[in-house]
């Protein structure tokens, strides 16, 4: 039998790169009436369309065009692929953005084309995590097709195979070894089929221009009808991605399965543009907000939720995620345009959230004296946290005019007052922010009362932060040398010229966490490539670090103390605030970064003291290890390193006989905005930005333009 070789006609299309939005749509409509032509012109030519956002423009705009569409669908010549709203970045949205990306694409594509689409098909993205074919399953994908990374990045062991998830998930896959946008011409062809697995009858090639060029042109689709009459050691015929998965059914079975994450392309997209990927994260968390938000307000008043509005605000964000808008390579127009809207996606939200939390607070009986807060907890588990709240107190001072806090039942809860965020007032402050502990059961809420009179708690101080002593104590003093914070389970010590962590260690057995590297050490190093960072596994040319520390007292306190370090590199000022709170075995690390530099990179880096350490991060809907020698890695909100108290006889900790077998220690280190990092040993690094020009792409000779705007430059939160 002769190898088949499946034409795939296609264009791949970028809604935002270099340019906006607006000529992203332009193009996909003139590329769309393009190819409706081709397929009236040539009989036996087959047109391959993914992404449910080209299909939506088209429908808006040019609505004899889209009926059209519709039936050369229904004729079997127009093939829908990629049933998601664009081709997403696949490592940097939540999990729950994939799933609401195939959901609100596959049911428009039913609704509106009359098709269940099966193939994902993201062959520009820059990766993909390990946990998506659990995801892709789930959706309603039996088959995937990509092409990054390509064999010069990732080994694997064939061309089709089954990509398998931690969970057993498959889905049967296609890897693009050559293009996603060839000319269909005789080398083409030839390196699509030595590519075939030779257990396969069939394999794919692609054609087509891309990104404003209109799709498979006449003279490819020319080239290739008369390849496939004169050759006779192949057929060549067009047709689309389903056919050819239908094709290998029966020998499926002989392929092998990957059960790894797909990477790495691109790295240093995990990290660029910092701000996007921020207002990223907080988009998809007020969405997620709003929604279990309305969900209660919906049960308890009857009230329908904005149904409507949460799918446009979805939809935006969505559209937000494609490959080269989220991981941050498109230019700067672009991008700006991309964080204002995730603003309003943000804005959106919370509109719909505090609609939702008044509506349930009106069901609330709040009489008594006071004033009344009232507390929801959205997540579907108890939460016992710190709250912060700014209370209007007639423009007095809490402690100097008697304001006291008090549960629903009357009994009084402890509380510290802290800066707010206006500075107001004389020598007292006009307004305060407090913060307490509450108590919240699961998608509920509780009622705390503010008001005069009311009985105060007695609270032990239970948390403190202290200065380094005049003069340094000998050795077997005190231990407190160097600025310090402390609580009822953490000792904590900084090094008072670096601003560095030198010490954490736990107060019941005395267990050291920090490793001779110090936590919280503000790396710079250099990065000379390009905003994709291409052909980079990982950044090790570190220049120094962020010193000259001045620290100075922010609070102290029953319930939190805190200290604030101001860093500074070459003109760059890095100011923190690390905050101890009582009761808790964690430190929380406010951060302002005002960056003026160029071609570096910022890491912060944790040693830990443990052997035996393993590296675990945050990924969609799941945890993947980390390698241990510093290649960047995409991650979400955390990153984790554990092990082995260390024995090393120079940290405290070791030596001691009452360890246990079995015996773990760690730590993980959480963020709310980045999406990097690495492991070196018992070292973790969080990514904190990168700074190459907007889309600048290597070999571009540097210099040719008179001015570049620099990513990342200015004030980071």
């Not at 804005?347 to 009344?372: C, F, K, L, M, S």
């Not at 805190?562 to 590199?569: C, M």
Request: hydrophobic letters at 40%; charged letters at 20%; one cysteine or more.
């Amino acid at each position: 039998m002769r190898p088949v070789i499946r034409m795939i006609g296609q264009a791949h299309l970028d809604p935002v790169w270099l340019w906006r939005w607006t000529e992203g749509r332009a193009e996909a409509l003139a590329t769309s009436r393009s190819a409706v032509d081709r397929l009236r012109e040539y009989p036996t030519f087959h047109y391959t369309r993914g992404e449910a956002q080209v299909y939506e423009w088209i429908e808006e705009e040019c609505p004899a065009l889209f009926a059209e569409i519709q039936d050369l669908i229904r004729a079997g010549r127009w093939h829908v692929v990629n049933g998601m709203i664009v081709q997403p970045d696949m490592n940097l949205p939540q999990g729950e953005s994939f799933v609401r990306q195939a959901l609100l694409a596959k049911r428009y594509m039913r609704e509106h084309l009359g098709v269940d689409v099966r193939v994902a098909y993201c062959v520009d993205s820059f990766g993909h995590a390990g946990t998506l074919p659990q995801i892709l399953k789930k959706c309603g994908f039996d088959y995937y097709v990509f092409m990054r990374p390509q064999a010069h990045e990732k080994a694997l062991p064939s061309q089709a195979f089954w990509w398998e998830a931690p969970d057993g998930s498959r889905v049967l896959t296609f890897h693009i070894v050559d293009s996603y946008g060839g000319p269909g011409s005789i080398e083409h062809i030839g390196r699509a089929l030595a590519a075939k697995p030779p257990q396969l009858a069939d394999t794919m090639c692609f054609v087509g221009v891309g990104n404003h060029g209109g799709g498979p042109t006449r003279a490819q689709i020319d080239e290739i009808l008369e390849q496939a009459q004169s050759r006779e050691d192949v057929e060549i015929r067009f047709d689309h991605p389903q056919g050819y998965f239908d094709a290998i059914a029966p020998d499926a079975g002989t392929l092998p399965v990957v059960a790894d994450e797909l990477q790495f392309h691109a790295t240093g997209c995990y990290s660029v543009n910092s701000q996007l990927k921020r207002t990223h994260r907080q988009a998809e968390c007020a969405l997620l907000m709003a929604e279990r938000m309305a969900s209660l307000a919906e049960i308890w008043t009857g009230r329908p939720a904005e149904r409507e509005k949460l799918a446009a605000l979805w939809h935006e964000l969505l559209f937000n995620q494609f490959h080269d808008t989220l991981a941050g390579s498109a230019i700067k127009e672009a991008s700006d345009e991309a964080i204002m809207s995730f603003g309003r996606v943000i804005v959106g939200a919370r509109e719909i959230a505090d609609t939702a939390g008044r509506r349930i607070g009106e069901q609330v009986n709040t009489t008594g004296p006071g004033g009344t807060v009232i507390l929801f907890n959205p997540f579907p588990y108890r939460r016992q946290d710190y709250v912060e709240y700014e209370a209007w107190t007639e423009w007095q001072s809490w402690r100097a005019h008697g304001w006291s806090l008090v549960d629903e039942q009357g009994l009084p809860v402890p509380f510290q007052t802290v800066e707010a965020s206006a500075p107001v007032g004389g020598k007292e402050p006009g307004i305060e922010r407090v913060i307490f502990r509450a108590d919240l059961p699961a998608l509920g809420y509780r009622l705390y009362r503010f008001a005069r009179g009311l009985p105060l708690a007695a609270v032990e101080s239970r948390v403190s932060a202290y200065p380094p002593p005049p003069t340094v104590p000998p050795t077997g003093g005190d231990e407190r040398v160097g600025w310090g914070l402390e609580n009822d389970l953490l000792t904590v010590r900084l090094d008072s010229e670096t601003g560095a962590i030198t010490s954490c260690r736990f107060k019941a057995d005395g267990r050291e966490l920090v490793g001779r590297g110090g936590w919280n050490v503000a790396q710079v190093l250099e990065d000379t490539s390009d905003t994709w960072s291409h052909g980079v596994r990982g950044w090790d040319q570190v220049l120094g670090c962020f010193g000259q520390a001045h620290i100075t007292l922010a609070d102290q306190g029953p319930l939190q103390a805190s200290l604030l370090v101001e860093r500074t590199w070459e003109g760059s000022t890095w100011l923190q605030q690390l905050i101890l709170r009582a009761g808790e075995p964690e430190i929380l690390v406010k951060n302002w970064l005002h960056w003026r530099g160029q071609w570096r990179m910022i890491k912060l880096a944790f040693d830990v003291a443990v052997s035996d350490p393993a590296g675990y991060r945050d990924v969609p809907f799941g945890a993947m290890p980390c390698p241990g020698d510093g290649a960047e890695v995409p991650l979400h909100m955390w990153l984790d390193v554990s092990g082995v108290p260390s024995p090393l006889a120079s940290l405290p900790y070791s030596g001691r006989e009452d360890r246990g077998e079995g015996t773990r220690a760690g730590l993980a280190l959480l963020n709310d905005g980045k999406y990097a990092g690495d492991v070196t040993g018992s070292t973790l690094r969080l990514t904190i930005l990168r700074c190459p020009p907007y889309a600048y792409h290597i070999p571009h000779p540097f210099g040719a333009k008179h001015r570049y705007d620099w990513i990342d430059q200015g004030l980071q939160e």
